[in-house]
């Protein structure tokens, strides 16, 4: 099993749809026409990479608040989604010692013989960020649903439609495919769009 380049990962996206939308170059700057003068804004980096695909974060949020009193316990098993509250915009806040959902704008079809796996950005790593995926299987596809905690104890700002996470594929040798793929055994997040919550 060996980790694949940015031209595979070019032509996976581009001729088989392995990512959509797909961005062909690194992205590292904006340029706003805000005012008279265009000027340059920097964001945090998104689109293929020598070895990866850095992936932007969407607009959709769900805030992890325990304010309502309510919890005494987080259980994955009977989540109280009330204690998700729904938020949209082009950044969002996450509390101190809290964490937030998102997702990817990319929806991701991996293919049969591919594991993928996500890392987070170092720029919120060095914030305090942690940034939160389990591998994506075999024929899973959909929006990624990413967790992003803030380890620190004063509120972290996170920036809508730039990079969050970085994806790196894995193909498995010629032949060594699995018996059973995520799609096979009809996943639970096969086909998610948007945030999703805990399905049991």
């Not at 062909?24 to 005012?35: N, T, Y």
Request: aromatic share 12%.
């Amino acid at each position: 099993m060996s980790i694949k380049p940015d031209h595979w990962i070019r032509r996976m996206a581009l001729d088989h749809g392995m990512i959509s939308p797909f961005v062909d170059f690194q992205v590292r700057k904006m340029v706003s026409d805000v005012g008279i003068i265009p000027c340059e804004q920097k964001i945090i980096s998104y689109g293929v990479s020598s070895y990866g695909y850095d992936a932007r974060l969407g607009d959709d949020f769900r805030i992890f608040t325990a304010a309502t009193g309510r919890l005494s316990v987080i259980d994955p098993k009977a989540l109280d989604y009330a204690a998700m509250q729904r938020f949209s915009g082009p950044e969002v806040i996450i509390p101190p010692n809290s964490f937030v959902l998102g997702h990817t704008v990319e929806y991701f079809r991996i293919p049969r013989d591919v594991m993928v796996i996500c890392l987070g950005k170092s720029t919120y790593a060095r914030c305090g960020a942690i940034v939160n995926v389990t591998p994506l299987e075999p024929e899973w596809e959909g929006h990624v649903t990413i967790e992003i905690s803030n380890t620190t104890p004063l509120p972290l700002k996170v920036y809508a439609n730039e990079g969050i996470a970085q994806f790196l594929f894995f193909q498995a040798d010629q032949g060594d495919w699995p018996t059973v793929s995520y799609k096979d055994r009809n996943g639970k997040y096969q086909g998610q769009t948007g945030v999703t919550l805990p399905i049991t």
